[in-house]
């Protein structure tokens, strides 16, 4: 709907994270905590080794931690998700942690499970 770091508006993706603590921090540094619901959850999701590829630091645009998200930066992750399922990328945040960015449009996303959803209460003075 929007775009993100790694994607244009208009090119479908879902973002995750390794980690419940990196996708807490994700989502707080890119929504207002008056916009942000009150129920919320995490999902772990299942996705085979051999579906997704991971890059480095060294792999990426020189540019791609600059706010807001540059045009090189989407067009390089559109061009990599086109006939992958799921792309590993540095989070911008914690450069050395990682984040997936899921492609739902690929023939293979109905191989992705959802292994479980946990209810999720955010904490707001993460933001305030």
Known sequence: M????????????????????????????NIFLKNMPTALSFTTYEIRDNSWIGFLLKDLPANWKETPPPESTQAWGAKHLQNRLAIRVPSAIIPSE?????NPLHVDFKL???KEIEPFSFDPRIKS
Do not use: D, H, T
Request: proline share 3%; with cysteine; aromatic share 16%.
């Open 112 to 114: 992705v499970r959802i």
């Open 2 to 29: 929007y775009g993100g770091r790694w994607n244009p508006q208009g090119v479908a993706c879902l973002y995750a994270s390794e980690s419940k603590s990196l996708c807490v921090l994700e989502y707080a540094a």
């Open 98 to 102: 990682f984040n997936f960015v899921i």
